[in-house]
Nanobody, 120 residues
Framework: QVQLVESGGGLVQPGGSLRLSCAAS????????AGWFRQTPGNQRVLVAR???????NYADSVKGRFTISRDNAKNTVNLQMNSLKPEDTAVYLC??????????????WGRGTQVTVSS
């Protein structure tokens, strides 16, 4: 079983910064793609940022230049540094990873999410 656990959400003023972290644990041997989605009430999840195991990144246009994704393959963590936060960044942020396990093959896994609120 693979688990993803997020941390680092909270309340921040506009213009502030937060750093989200996601740690993968369980019985697996490879984390392929990993990244972050966000979701607001009544809306679908939308991609914020992703990074392949080779280091290729993709960002939503709305966060380019403000957010930076990084990962530590040795520790099986993926992080999201969020700067210059805006009220419209308020959402639940969910970590995801495509993980390969000897027992279950390759599959998509999700964390439970962490709330980010940008408000004065």
């Amino acid at each position: 079983q693979v688990q993803l656990v997020e941390s680092g959400g909270g309340l921040v003023q506009p213009g502030g910064s937060l750093r989200l972290s996601c740690a993968a644990s369980g019985n697996f041997f490879r984390v392929n793609d990993a990244g972050w989605f966000r979701q607001t009430p009544g809306n679908q999840r939308v991609l914020v940022a992703r990074m392949t195991d080779g280091g290729i990144t993709n960002y939503a246009d709305s966060v380019k230049g403000r957010f930076t994704i990084s990962r530590d393959n040795a520790k099986n963590t993926v992080n999201l540094q969020m700067n210059s936060l805006k009220p419209e960044d308020t959402a639940v942020y969910l970590c995801y990873a495509v993980v390969t396990s000897l027992l279950t093959g390759t599959g998509d896994y999700w964390g439970r999410g962490t709330q980010v609120t940008v408000s004065s």
